[in-house]
């Protein structure tokens, strides 16, 4: 669905510019008889101008255009500044083996642990995002700063991350966060101009009690509440079936991960908007890898991934790009 967009784009733009710059020949070639050489000049000199506009406009509304997504979450995998820092080294290595191509179609969001976001932020390639895995506290609806050990969203900005990973299923799970405090988290984040990755997901027994639509709708209907209208561009959805996530895990069918992202997307569609649903980017995560991201990625909903494992061998996610961006 974004690459559609960016297609049409490029296909418009590339139409205007070179219409416009035949335009001076046509007119200098069969005016001059007609008009005198100041005329002439003027009118040439009007419609470079113009052409330079019309550039200046394309090269802006092509840079604004939507990107597929793809988050990498270290999770708790990465314990030290030295494989930290191999890490990073090795993103920037494969970053730069990227096509030009590659890198427009593709934003790239590290989510590493909060006590590396300032190094990650620091030594990752400029075009690259950082992303905190979550912030503030897992108890409690205020975001308030007497929480001795929370990390506040003024503070993950400060360091230059542009996003926060909120809703994943282990703090859901483990930790015991609801809805209505990842809506708050959503809230705050928005507000301080951070984007969201907000993940959604149901559990194997809700699945098998025929549970899943309903679960999903739930989780996303309490956070879409708290996003601000006009700010669905800073969201990005991920779909993560519980089941499907970790080592031993079995991946979610691309039939099924298409079905429930067009459900999603209807979702929002129908409680915010078109302009919402149209801006807001669905993902899908669990078990994602350099194998079954084609699958994934050809799928009409799904506008990239959130990966775990994959993305801590930078070989892999470079495949996962590639995969992404020719789709
Ligand atoms: P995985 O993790 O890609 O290793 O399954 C995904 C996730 O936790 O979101």
């Known amino acids: 669905m974004v690459t559609n967009l960016m297609t049409q784009r490029w296909a418009l733009l ?17 005016e001059p008889a007609i008009l005198n050489s100041t005329v002439v000049l003027l009118f040439t000199m009007t419609i470079t101008l113009l052409q330079l506009v019309i550039l200046l406009v394309c090269v802006t509304w092509s840079s604004t255009a939507t990107k597929l997504f793809i988050g990498a979450n270290w999770k708790c995998s990465i314990e030290s500044v030295e494989d930290v820092d191999r890490q990073v080294e090795g993103l920037n290595e494969m970053w730069s083996s990227l096509d030009q191509a590659e890198k427009d179609a593709i934003e790239l969001c590290i989510n590493p642990p909060f006590v590396y976001l300032d190094r990650v932020r620091a030594k990752l390639h400029k075009e690259i995002s950082v992303g905190s895995q979550n912030a503030l506290d897992a108890r409690g609806h205020s975001p308030d700063r007497r929480n001795t050990g929370a990390t506040t969203m ?21 930790l015991g966060e609801k809805d209505k405090l990842i809506a708050t988290k959503v809230r705050a984040a928005l507000d301080e101009g951070l984007g969201v990755t907000l993940t959604i997901g149901e559990l194997k027994w809700q699945r098998n009690m025929g549970l899943a639509l309903r679960t999903l709708r739930k989780q996303l209907g309490v956070a879409a509440a708290a996003v601000p209208e006009g700010k669905w561009e800073s969201v990005v959805v991920a779909y993560e079936p519980v089941w499907a996530v970790g080592e031993g895990a079995t991946p979610c069918s691309p039939e099924e991960a298409q079905r429930v992202n067009a459900a999603l997307r209807k979702f929002i569609h129908d409680k915010v908007g078109p302009e919402a649903a149209k801006a ?7 078990s994602v890898n350099e194998i079954n991201a084609a699958a994934y990625a050809a799928l009409a909903d799904v506008d990239g991934f959130v990966v775990g494992r994959a993305g801590l061998d930078p070989v892999k996610l470079k495949s996962i790009i590639q995969t992404l961006a020719s789709s």
């Not at 230059?160 to 483990?174: A, Q």
């Open 14 to 30: 590339t139409f205007i510019l070179r219409s416009s710059l035949f335009f001076p020949f046509f007119s200098s070639s069969t």
């Open 154 to 174: 003024a503070m993950i900005r400060s360091v230059g991350s542009e996003w926060v990973l909120l809703g994943h299923s282990d703090r859901r799970n483990n």
């Open 280 to 286: 807001c980017r669905f993902t899908y995560t669990g």
